[in-house]
């Protein structure tokens, strides 16, 4: 029989609760905090207070509330004084942001990449370099609680290894451990897949906000695809479930590089269309907007590209629609201007092809965290242990630095 928890295990459960109130919705009422947690406010009186000395919170009166007695003081984040580093990895792209508890993106930088294998140890050096930048940047009394990464391919979470990353040339390297490393902060670098995290940012703070049932789609070189059902996050046996760019939609179609043919990725995602254009320009945003560009101008081979692809991406949606019956498919990356630009095509693909029980209340919808979903989901990842155990992180963050 398990023993129950002791009173230092509930003040820190709680601690954490209220903290994740906070980082989620950026102002609480003090009052608010203690219907939502159940608690009576003399409790919440005590969290708030150990919250503010840690650095964590602070709190204020708020506004005009137009109600007659003493207001409930507001309960905020403290986005400048505690960040996380948030690190991207894309097929033709590295992003760093410094993202502040609450989610507020405070800082933010990009390099571009061409396309094709990446050397791990040029890319950890690359990131090492963004993420030291943003660090230094930050004011001085201010404290990074931890680093996340967002990678394109397949990836053990439980160590960053990254098992495949076919669109970089990846087999088995151990990234996380290499950039814990490197970066020497005394914190564990995570690491999580670029589409997963997009899909947790978009149901904590886009376009799907509070859905239990939602499929991201992120593309870039490749589409990768992260679940959420009932309110959790598909992981699959090892953790690599998600991997929708390698669902088969044309066997006799485009070479794949996983080396099959005919996947949702090579059809549907930029390669696909930059090849239906008929284009030879380097893979990237870049060359996505030229098409979808072109064919607002009149392109006739441009717009035909776009039909074509839309087809093929109306294919894997409703492939997915059936199998997992999500209340929105949320379209991210380069996918989020291809389906804009398509999306009769793939509106009427899903009509034809979904099943009718299951298409009648789906929404497709396009990202609105834009080309920072990934980042932001990050972010997430790194935000787990202090929101998890605020001031034993904030303890050993601080022995760390000393």
Known sequence: MRAAPSPEEIRTRNLAT?????????????????????????????????????????????????????????????????????????????AAARVGLGGTVLDRGETARPSGAFDPEDVIAALVEMARAMIDAAAADSVCVGVGVAFCGMVREEDGVVRYGPNIGWVDVAFGAKMTEQLDLGLRVAV????????????????????????????????????????ELLGGEGGYCGEVGHMIVNPRGRPCACGSRGCFEAEAGEL??????????????????????AAARGDAAARDALHQVGEWLGYGVANLVNIFNPSMVVFGGVLREIYLASAAQVRSRVAVNGLQAVRERVRLRTSTLGGDATLIGAAELAFTDVLTDPLQTLARTAAARA
């Open 18 to 94: 209220l903290l994740r109130h906070v980082h989620r919705d950026g102002a609480v009422s003090r009052a608010t905090l203690a219907e939502r947690m159940g608690l009576n406010r003399s409790t919440i009186l005590a969290l708030t207070t150990d919250l503010a000395a840690a650095g964590l919170v602070s709190e204020e009166l708020p506004g005009q509330t137009g109600r007659a007695g003493r207001p409930s003081l507001v309960v905020r984040p403290r986005e400048r004084r505690v960040y996380v580093v948030a690190l991207d990895v894309g097929a033709d792209r590295l």
């Open 192 to 231: 999580g897949n670029n589409a997963n995290l997009g899909a947790l940012a978009e149901r904590e703070r886009g376009v799907g906000e509070g859905l239990a049932n939602l499929i991201y789609l992120h593309g870039d070189v490749g589409i990768g695809g992260g679940i959420i059902m009932n309110g």
């Open 272 to 293: 696909g269309l930059i090849a239906a254009a008929g284009r030879t320009d380097p893979p990237g945003q870049a060359a996505v907007d030229a098409i979808v560009e």
